[in-house]
C-alpha cells in the first residue's frame, strides 16, 4: 500500500519566489497546497500546486486572518510561508495553537529583532559587526549643518519593499520631509549614515538555520541592478561565495536563537574596505529561483527542517555554483524603462542592460508563465502585502515604541 505523499502548504502563491518552492516541492513528490492570497484573476494560477484553497475575499482580507482558515481546511504537515505578512502569521498560529501544522521560523522575539531596522542595527553594534551609524533626527540635522553636502539615508524602520519611503538627504528640509512621510504613513523613520558607492558593492547573504538554531545552509550574491535604483528588490544580480559575508553575520543569528531561513543586505564601504549591514528580512528572498538555479535545493531543505528536522543534514558552503546570473524581468523591465525615460544615450543603457542580463537562465519563468503574467496586468499585491504586514505586527503586538 502506498503511503499518501506529504502535504505541505506554501503562501502566497502568486510570486516568483512561491511558484519556484511550490515547483521544487512538487519534484519531490510532496503534495503542494496553495492559500489563495487573491490577487491573480481568475485561472492565472501555477500548474505546480496540487491544491488550492479559495478564501472569499481574500484580497480585502490580512492572511493572519484567513491562514488558520486554510490550515484548518487542508491539514497540512507543515507551512512554508513565502513573504512577510504570511511569516508572521505562521508564526501567531504556531504560537497559538502548536499542534495546527509543523513550521521552522523564529521566535516572534525574534522576528520582531530582525525586522525592526532599528533594534537590528543596534543588535550590530552591540556584538561588534559592522553597520552604518544611526542618526536621532535631531542629531542628523546637526549632522547636515555641520557638514555641507554630507548625505544620509531616510527610511521606514520596516521593511515595506520596492524602496518605499527611502529618500536620500543632505538638507534640513529634505530630512524633515522624509521622516515626516516614514513616521505618518509607514509607522517610523529611521535615519542612518549613508556609505558611498554604486549597486554593485551591495551583497546579500541567505541563511537557513534548523529548530535547533543550527546552520544548514548559506548562499551569497551580488546586485547588478535593483529596481527603484534609489533602493529596491534585486532585479539582476549574480551568485558570489563570500564566505566572510556568512562568518561575519553567525554571531547575530546565534545571538536570536534563530530558526528559519533569513536574507541580509549588506553594502561594501570601499572607505574601510568593509561591508556593512543595511537590514535583515527574515523570509525567504525574492530571488529564490536563482538559489534553485545555481543547485542550493533550499525549497527540499526548507521542507525538511518544518517536517523532520533530525532526517535533514548541513550542506558545505557554497554547495552551489557560482558566478551565475540571475534576471527578474519585470521589474528588469521597468527598470531599464526608467532609465530609458530618464535620458540619455539609450544604446550605451541598454548594451549595459545585456551585458548584465548575459547568461541568466529564463527557463524557470517559461515553466510557468500564468502567474507571471498575471503579476503584469494585477499589481495590487505589494500595497495589500503592506497593510497585511501592519496588521500582522499589530496582531503580534511586535510595533515597537521608538527606543
Known sequence: ????????????????????????????????????????????????????????????????????????????????????????????????????????????????????????????????????????????TAVLRRSRGTKLVVKPRLDFGGGRGVRFVSDEAALGAAVSYCDERLGGAIVQEYIPGDVTRLAMLLVLFGPDSRLVAAFTSRKLRQYPSAGGAMTAGESTAEVQLLEQLLPLFEAWQWRGPAEVDLKLDERDGRYKVLEVNPRLP???????????????????????PAAVSPVPFPAYVAGRNYVCPGPFGRGLLAELRAGGPCWSKLAAALD????????????????????????????????????????????????
Request: proline fraction near 8%.
Open 1 to 140: 500500500m502506498t503511503s499518501p505523499r506529504p502535504r505541505i502548504l506554501v503562501a502566497p502563491t502568486s510570486t516568483d519566489a512561491a511558484v519556484v518552492l511550490m515547483r521544487e516541492l512538487r519534484r519531490a513528490g510532496i503534495a503542494v497546497h496553495g492559500a489563495d492570497d487573491g490577487y491573480l484573476p481568475r485561472g492565472l494560477r501555477s500548474r505546480h500546486c496540487d491544491h488550492w484553497h479559495r478564501v472569499t475575499h481574500a484580497a480585502d482580507r490580512h492572511v493572519k486572518d484567513y491562514l488558520p482558515e486554510i490550515v484548518a481546511s487542508a491539514r497540512p504537515h507543515a507551512v512554508l510561508p513565502v513573504n512577510t505578512p504570511a511569516t508572521l502569521a505562521a508564526i501567531a498560529l504556531r504560537d497559538s495553537d502548536p499542534t495546527a501544522a509543523r513550521t521552522n521560523l523564529p521566535t516572534a522575539a525574534a522576528f520582531a529583532a530582525a525586522y525592526d531596522k532599528r533594534e537590528c542595527l543596534a543588535a550590530c553594534c552591540r556584538l561588534g559587526i559592522p553597520s552604518p551609524k544611526v542618526h536621532e533626527p535631531a542629531a542628523a
Open 286 to 308: 525574492a530571488y529564490l529561483r536563482l538559489v534553485v538555479d545555481c543547485g542550493l535545493d533550499l525549497p527540499a531543505l526548507a521542507a525538511g527542517l518544518a517536517r523532520d
Open 356 to 403: 548584465d542580463a548575459r547568461g541568466t537562465r529564463l527557463g524557470g519563468v517559461l515553466d510557468y508563465p500564468l502567474p507571471f503574467l498575471g503579476r503584469l496586468v494585477h499589481w495590487r499585491e505589494a500595497e495589500a502585502d503592506q497593510a497585511s504586514t501592519h496588521a500582522s505586527l499589530e496582531h503580534l503586538a511586535l510595533a515597537h515604541d521608538d527606543r
